[in-house]
């Protein structure tokens, strides 16, 4: 049974929380009067024409008109839909968020999910002072000092140690029976067919996943060594679905910048990586191919996502996989590109040796989706013949029909006429037999910027000092990051 948020305590919400506090944690404010200004986080321009009100309790762009409440702020900068945002907003106000016309088994699943939510916290917070405190800990640290990664990097994202032994955790947290459960219920422990239970993740590397609400959802855990599985991801659980979630979105989402554009990488240590090196913008899947969801979210957030692959056969076959899923969301005014690497690079090891400046530049001059679809696609032809025209003609009409009606759509269909060099039957074919295109309607990459008070409040249950380890290091984290330049790790770093 849906559920509905009162509007009575949406009210109360906005009056207990500052509309300055809440701009000023995501982009930094300057006083400037009574009021508070700066550059629009909306849209791109260099002289601030974005106002925070703290009388009227208000934002207003004078550039771009985006303006609204806290509410509204939360939900367009971070992304969420509106019953996310009033949790979070409810969260940072200490307050509960009543719903009308909520079943009993509603309240029973979120009171259980609510459960297995602080149970995974938990276990973060203990992987993390086990990287501090375990006796094998220098081992740990030395992996990741090895690997590049500051004490500033590692308290942002949390990560963690998960020791060697089977009990560690279980012994920590599962004072009871029924606390036993739920870990086993939340992926933490395994479960025998003899009833014994044993710590899932052991002598590894923990990296948390959060939600977008910055709630501990799963995890995912690297050997120090060679052993297999090099990674393990935490199971699907009542609160974590592989598939909807990305690591490192939530963490992107705390900088004090603007979000322009998101790069998706293969795994955590290439996120961490390149945020080390400033890029704070890189999203890893969760051993799962990028799926349509995942775009989604990605794209009511910015306008451009670039997929980053390596150059072999494998990476080719990966992005055209991608370019499939990615065709049904490409509204206009989004975009998707493709990075392919140099042979033997991923981008941790890239972003090392080229700098921000060097991974950067690769970004900016990656292959657009139509040039790639087309190189691609006359890859698989003879394209100096008429029949591999042909052939391209029957190849690219039905990936091309998966795109939303629109300007690019149009610029695809000519882009395609131009190359065969005469009208498209297999266009022609698709547009009589509209029943057998995928293509899907167009989704705004914004909701409409109408106030927080107008928004429906339908409300459904969700799917779910500065220690380093190396010497170079980096100050990204301290310019767009407070509170991450403290040196309260200085007791992992071992130098004797």
Same mark, same amino acid.
């Not at 640290?141 to 963690?160: D, M, T």
């Not at 089977?166 to 939340?186: A, F």
């Not at 980053?308 to 494998?314: P, S």
């Not at 065969?420 to 509209?434: D, V």
């Given at each position: 049974?849906?559920?509905r948020i %009162?509007?009575s305590f949406?009210?109360?919400?906005?009056?207990r929380?500052d509309?300055?506090?809440i701009?000023d944690?995501?982009? $930094?404010?300057k006083k400037?009067?009574k009021?508070?200004?700066?550059?629009?986080?909306?849209?791109?321009?260099?002289?601030?024409s974005?106002?925070v009100?703290?009388d009227?309790q208000?934002?207003?762009c004078f550039?771009c008109?985006?303006?609204g409440?806290a509410?509204?702020?939360?939900?367009e900068f971070d992304?969420?839909? =509106?019953?996310?945002?009033?949790?979070?907003?409810?969260?940072?106000?200490?307050? !509960?968020? %009543?719903k009308?016309?909520v079943?009993r088994?509603?309240v029973?699943?979120? !009171?259980?999910?609510n459960?297995?939510?602080?149970h995974m916290?938990?276990?973060?917070?203990?992987? &993390?002072q086990q990287l501090?405190?375990?006796?094998d800990?220098?081992?740990?640290?030395?992996y990741?000092?090895?690997r590049?990664?500051?004490?500033?990097?590692?308290? =942002? +994202?949390g990560?963690?140690?998960a020791?060697p032994?089977?009990?560690?955790?279980?012994?920590?947290?599962?004072k009871?029976?029924?606390?036993?459960?739920?870990?086993?219920?939340?992926?933490?422990?395994?479960? $025998?067919?003899d009833g014994?239970?044993?710590?899932?993740?052991?002598?590894?590397?923990?990296?948390?996943?959060?939600d977008?609400?910055?709630?501990y959802?799963a995890?995912?855990?690297?050997?120090?060594?060679?052993? $297999?599985?090099?990674?393990?991801?935490?199971?699907?659980?009542p609160? +974590?679905? $592989?598939?909807?979630?990305?690591?490192?979105?939530?963490?992107?989402?705390?900088?004090? *910048?603007k979000?322009?554009?998101?790069v998706?990488?293969?795994?955590?240590?290439?996120?961490v990586?390149?945020? &080390?090196?400033?890029?704070h913008?890189a999203?890893?899947?969760l051993?799962?191919?990028?799926?349509?969801h995942?775009?989604?979210?990605?794209?009511?957030?910015v306008?451009?996502?670039?997929?980053?692959?390596?150059?072999?056969?494998?990476?080719r076959?990966?992005?055209?996989?991608?370019?499939e899923?990615v065709?049904p969301?490409?509204?206009?005014?989004?975009?998707a590109?493709?990075l392919?690497?140099p042979?033997?690079?991923?981008?941790?090891?890239?972003v090392?040796?080229?700098g921000r400046d060097? +991974?950067?530049?690769r970004?900016?001059?990656?292959?657009h989706? %139509?040039?790639f679809?087309?190189?691609?696609?006359?890859?698989?032809?003879?394209f100096?013949?008429?029949d591999?025209?042909?052939r391209?003609?029957?190849?690219?009409?039905p990936?091309?029909?998966?795109?939303?009606?629109?300007?690019?759509r149009?610029l695809m269909?000519k *882009?395609l006429?131009?190359l065969?060099?005469?009208?498209?039957?297999?266009?022609a074919?698709?547009?009589?037999s509209? &029943?057998?295109? !995928?293509?899907t309607p167009?989704?705004p990459?914004r909701?409409?910027?109408?106030?927080?008070?107008?928004?429906?409040?339908?409300? !459904? &249950? %969700?799917?779910?000092?500065?220690?380093?380890?190396s010497d170079?290091?980096?100050d990204h984290?301290?310019?767009?990051?407070?509170?991450?330049?403290?040196d309260?790790?200085?007791?992992?770093v071992?130098?004797?």
């Amino acid at each position: 049974m849906a559920s509905r948020i %009162p509007q009575s305590f949406i009210d109360e919400l906005l009056a207990r929380v500052d509309v300055v506090d809440i701009v000023d944690s995501r982009v $930094k404010l300057k006083k400037t009067g009574k009021n508070y200004s700066a550059c629009c986080p909306f849209h791109n321009e260099n002289t601030p024409s974005f106002t925070v009100s703290p009388d009227k309790q208000f934002y207003y762009c004078f550039g771009c008109g985006a303006s609204g409440t806290a509410l509204r702020f939360v939900m367009e900068f971070d992304g969420l839909s =509106f019953p996310d945002a009033v949790e979070k907003l409810a969260d940072q106000a200490s307050m !509960q968020v %009543p719903k009308e016309n909520v079943s009993r088994a509603e309240v029973e699943r979120e !009171q259980q999910h609510n459960t297995l939510f602080s149970h995974m916290e938990q276990a973060g917070k203990f992987f &993390e002072q086990q990287l501090r405190a375990h006796p094998d800990k220098d081992k740990a640290i030395s992996y990741l000092k090895n690997r590049g990664l500051s004490g500033q990097a590692a308290r =942002f +994202f949390g990560i963690g140690y998960a020791p060697p032994g089977w009990d560690g955790l279980q012994q920590h947290l599962g004072k009871t029976p029924k606390d036993i459960k739920e870990l086993v219920s939340c992926g933490m422990l395994i479960e $025998k067919d003899d009833g014994r239970t044993y710590d899932r993740f052991r002598d590894r590397i923990m990296f948390p996943i959060r939600d977008a609400r910055g709630r501990y959802i799963a995890f995912g855990g690297r050997v120090l060594g060679d052993e $297999k599985p090099k990674y393990l991801n935490s199971p699907e659980t009542p609160i +974590f679905h $592989k598939n909807r979630e990305l690591y490192g979105l939530y963490e992107a989402r705390k900088i004090r *910048q603007k979000l322009t554009r998101f790069v998706i990488v293969e795994g955590y240590m290439d996120v961490v990586a390149l945020a &080390e090196f400033g890029i704070h913008y890189a999203v890893a899947t969760l051993g799962t191919a990028t799926s349509e969801h995942h775009l989604r979210r990605l794209f009511k957030i910015v306008p451009e996502v670039i997929f980053c692959f390596d150059g072999d056969n494998a990476g080719r076959t990966a992005a055209s996989r991608a370019m499939e899923t990615v065709l049904p969301v490409l509204s206009d005014g989004v975009q998707a590109r493709f990075l392919f690497l140099p042979e033997g690079e991923d981008p941790d090891t890239l972003v090392r040796k080229e700098g921000r400046d060097g +991974f950067e530049e690769r970004l900016n001059t990656s292959m657009h989706l %139509p040039e790639f679809l087309f190189e691609h696609l006359k890859q698989q032809v003879d394209f100096d013949t008429l029949d591999g025209k042909a052939r391209l003609d029957k190849l690219a009409a039905p990936l091309i029909g998966r795109i939303p009606a629109g300007t690019l759509r149009n610029l695809m269909e000519k *882009q395609l006429e131009t190359l065969i060099g005469t009208r498209s039957a297999a266009l022609a074919n698709l547009k009589e037999s509209p &029943e057998t295109t !995928q293509a899907t309607p167009a989704r705004p990459v914004r909701q409409a910027k109408d106030s927080a008070a107008t928004q429906t409040n339908s409300y !459904q &249950e %969700p799917a779910h000092g500065d220690y380093r380890y190396s010497d170079s290091g980096h100050d990204h984290f301290a310019d767009q990051y407070d509170g991450y330049a403290d040196d309260d790790y200085a007791s992992m770093v071992n130098d004797g």
